[in-house]
């Protein structure tokens, strides 16, 4: 089977170019300039959205992330700091139950973290009393919680 239409002759060294006859195109006039057009349309919204929108819909969508994470994260705070006393009392105790089982004395890297994570939880269980003297020495201004007015 021939994919080649018989009207259609390759270019060789003595013809100017190809022979092959447009199809559908009765008039001599380019066929198929709506399509064309209508692509060309498309292809101009796809990129100003991709170019235009995007820089600024991504950001504002990161922001409300951000904002929702570190919201959840305000309110998980109290049960987070439980949690966390929690889970060093827990180790501490496992560290004591493994030195007293084995008889082997406290290796310092263990020693040093433990040490880290305890006062890390003890700063975290203090925040809301070190947070106003701590933003007063910042020069950060904190705003007072509001009062139910009656």
Same mark, same amino acid.
């Given at each position: ?9 390759? =270019? #060789?060294? %003595? #013809?100017?170019? &190809? ?9 001599? $006039?380019?066929?198929? =300039? ?34 929702? =994470? ?11 700091? $439980? ?6 009392? &827990? ?44 933003? $007063?020495?910042?020069?950060?201004? %904190?705003? $007072?919680?509001? %009062?139910?007015?009656?």
């Amino acid at each position: 089977m021939n994919v080649i239409d018989p009207s259609c002759t390759l =270019s #060789s060294d %003595t #013809s100017q170019a &190809c022979g092959c006859a447009a199809r559908g195109n009765t008039d001599g $006039k380019p066929g198929g =300039s709506v399509a064309g057009v209508a692509t060309a349309t498309a292809l101009a919204a796809a990129a100003c959205t991709a170019c235009c929108l995007l820089p600024f819909t991504l950001p504002a969508a990161w922001l409300a992330a951000a904002g929702g =994470s570190i919201a959840v994260l305000d309110h998980a705070h109290g049960w987070m700091t $439980k949690l966390a006393i929690a889970v060093v009392v &827990c180790a501490w105790l496992w560290v004591g139950w493994q030195v007293g089982r084995t008889r082997r004395p406290l290796a310092r890297a263990t020693l040093v973290l433990m040490l880290l994570a305890s006062v890390l939880t003890a700063t975290a269980a203090s925040w809301p009393l070190l947070e106003s003297p701590v933003a $007063k020495a910042l020069g950060v201004v %904190t705003k $007072k919680p509001a %009062t139910p007015q009656g």
